[in-house]
């Protein structure tokens, strides 16, 4: 019993650190990081993914970032939020197929 309480503990704290490195290096009020893209429709978020990808390109290519954000930290954050802006595309999509085939179940004639 007693290693079980000290593996869930280690999970948890390995949990926990993990999820810390993923945290943005500080809040932005500029630039597309500023955007809440959970709010955003289908094709605004369309948008907004390739507005990202432009903002990674261009800092690669070695411009400022805004502020006073250190480029490294900068550019990780935009690809963490590509990554995050890409998944909800992907979710919205299976949504929205899932609610297209249960349509189509509803309209099926019953055998």
């Known amino acids: ?3 079980r309480f000290a593996a869930a503990l280690l999970c948890i704290a390995v949990l926990s650190l993990s ?3 993923c945290a943005p290096s500080g ?3 500029e630039g597309p990081l500023s955007t809440d893209y959970r709010a955003l429709s289908q094709e605004d978020l369309d948008r907004y993914a390739a507005r ?6 261009r800092i690669e290519k070695g411009a400022a970032p805004p502020g006073d954000v250190p480029r490294e930290a900068y ?3 935009l690809k963490s939020r590509r ?4 998944t909800e595309i992907a979710g919205r999509e299976i949504i929205r197929q899932d609610e297209r085939r249960q349509r189509m179940e509803l309209q099926r004639p019953l055998p």
């Open 27 to 29: 809040t932005y009020k």
């Open 52 to 57: 990202i990808d432009n903002e990674i390109a």
């Open 83 to 86: 990554y995050e802006v890409r």
């Open 19 to 21: 999820m810390a490195g």
């Open 1 to 3: 019993m007693p290693h």
């Open 75 to 77: 550019l990780a954050d």
